[in-house]
């Protein structure tokens, strides 16, 4: 698969690649999710720059959190997701890390510009930046246009990031049955928590006990 995808018709960056965009221009997002207004700047060649696409809505309305304790938001492009979890949970510490920094910049502005205190931006490829580091939940609008080679090591690398008992949490388009299925491999447990207009919301938990082979069969399938 290409490193690359079309968003406008156009190449965009997601945050597998490291390589700055040149030239370019600035792009405002506004938006009010669960409960909260957001007002974001984006750039050319990241993934959705002009607005939320429906994916990470679709997490953001589903993501399960607890009231406090760490959360990683892996690949957070200019902060959406990031963000939104920080103003909602306002005793949750949250990082949030891209490998792209111009996505990291971003971040860190636009946590400066909505006055997000418990959120931090980091450059990071997948967990390089994380060692030692972990989580009560880790959450991800997956680059899928990345392939397996990147999303197979998001989910390896949750079960290590992840305190006993916490959560994996990943949005898909319909049809994409091999991310589920390794998350229930890695996890031995995978569970379907949202679905909404061709997008899935999949959770598995840390030390969680194994979905029976019907039911995880039943949760996978795509409809």
Known sequence: MSAMAEDD???????????????????????EIRGQRIELSSFSGLF????????????????????????LDMGCGCGIIGIAVAKTRRRLKVTMVDVNPMAVKLAQDNLEDNCVSNAVALESDLYSALE????????SNPPLAAGYKVIFPLIEGAAEHLNEGGSLQIV????????????????GNVELIARRSGYKVFRSIKG???????????KHKAK
């Open 48 to 71: 959705s720059k002009k607005r939320v696409d429906l994916g990470t809505e679709v997490l953001i309305e589903s993501i399960i959190l607890p009231d406090a304790g760490e959360a």
């Open 9 to 31: 018709g156009k190449a965009t960056q997601h945050y597998f690649s490291k390589a700055p965009v040149k030239g370019g221009r600035k792009y405002a997002l506004r938006l």
């Open 132 to 139: 030692g580091k972990t989580y009560d939940v880790i959450f």
């Open 172 to 187: 898909l388009r319909k049809g994409v049955n091999a991310i589920p299925k390794k998350m229930e491999e890695v996890f």
């Open 208 to 218: 969680s006990s194994p979905a029976s082979p019907k039911s995880s069969a039943e």
